[in-house]
């Protein structure tokens, strides 16, 4: 008995054929037919597989075989898939492309609108209805009757709001007579700036003084406003000085910026400083508005700009100390041209 596997082992005695240790394979008929002379011991010929030099079936060459023999319709078919799916991914990468270029357009642009409050000594200007050419057919002769005028009833039928004019005329001409400017040159700027209902042109005095004349349409038809012309102002610079009133009084004066910042006004956080001079130059006082407010913003002139001229409502502060800073209150126009010219 092998101890191994158990099993009953015979040992061959002599005279004993013993059976063959290896049984051979049974052969097919083709293997047969391609045996190529190799047979085995039962004498049939057996041919063996063909390898390449390193030994490997050739595999590819079935593979190659396998493809050629898939039918061209299917060919077809696998070529459009292909063609398919290239589209729809160049149509993903365009959509996904357009999304992330895509710009939002800006929010609408909001207007901070100042309380009515401060802003309602301005009026809605209308526009003159009068063309330029019509405007200096018929301001010219107007302009030099007014400059030339050396009595006070000579410039009242020329002038606008003549109930109004007339007192302030007399009190600025105190003396009852006008010394004349004389007119040498008209619209020397060869144009006409239109500023809502008013029309203005630059004259040149007998004394080569060139300043702005500014004309308004009436029911009348043209007239002049003598009070940008003299730039008056509702209480004289002297008083004003002298009196220093907390109540607010209309000054028609040239601003411009300016750094100066003491006593009462010495935050220049809360304030800005201006210089405010009147219009015949003989005075020239420090006005303040406060920071970050409407009329502030309204205030603050470009930097190419170094002087302007507006109307504004001056006041000085409560036990005021000097006599050349005072509050800017309020503004009632750019430059000195008033819609509405009543007393104050």
Avoid at 71 to 79: A, G, L, N, S, T
Wanted: aromatic share 8%; proline share 9%; glycine share 6%.
């Amino acid at each position: 008995m092998c101890p191994c596997c158990r099993r009953i082992l015979k040992i061959p005695a002599e005279g004993d054929c013993p059976s063959p240790l290896v049984v051979p394979l049974p052969v097919s008929p083709a293997d047969e037919s391609e045996a190529g002379g190799s047979a085995f011991p039962s004498g049939k010929k057996v041919r063996r597989r063909k390898k390449n030099h390193q030994g490997e079936d050739h595999e590819w060459d079935r593979s190659q075989k396998s493809l050629a023999n898939i039918p061209r319709r299917e060919k077809r078919q696998m070529f459009w898939m292909l063609v398919g799916g290239s589209c729809l991914f160049a149509l993903i990468v365009a959509v996904v492309l357009v999304a992330m270029l895509r710009v939002t357009p800006p929010p609408p642009l909001v207007v901070a609108v100042p309380p009515a409050a401060e802003v309602a000594e301005v009026a809605e200007v209308a526009e003159s209805p009068i063309s330029d050419a019509a405007f200096r057919a018929e301001a010219q002769p107007m302009a030099e009757k007014f400059l030339n005028a050396t009595r006070i009833d000579d410039l009242l039928p020329l002038v606008r709001n003549p109930v109004v004019a007339e007192s302030r005329i007399r009190k600025f001409y105190s003396e009852g007579t006008i010394e004349s400017a004389g007119m040498s040159a008209f619209d020397t700027r060869t144009d006409v700036v239109h500023e809502g209902v008013f029309l203005t042109i630059r004259i040149r005095t007998r004394d080569f003084e060139e300043k702005p004349l500014t004309f308004i349409t009436t029911p009348e038809g043209l007239r002049i406003d003598w009070e940008s012309w003299v730039g008056w102002s509702d209480m004289p610079w002297e008083e004003f000085l002298a009196e220093k009133p907390t109540v607010a009084t209309r000054f028609r004066v040239n601003l411009g910026p300016v750094d100066y910042y003491n006593f009462a006004f010495s935050d220049d956080r809360k304030w800005r400083s201006y210089r405010l001079e009147s219009p015949d130059g003989e005075h020239a006082i420090y006005g303040y508005a406060e920071r970050d407010t409407p009329l502030d913003g309204r205030l603050r002139l470009p930097p190419d700009i170094k002087q302007a001229r507006y109307v504004l409502s001056l006041r000085f502060p409560e036990n005021a100390t000097a006599n050349n800073q005072v509050i800017i209150h309020g503004m009632s126009a750019e430059g000195w041209a008033l819609e509405t010219e009543d007393a104050p």
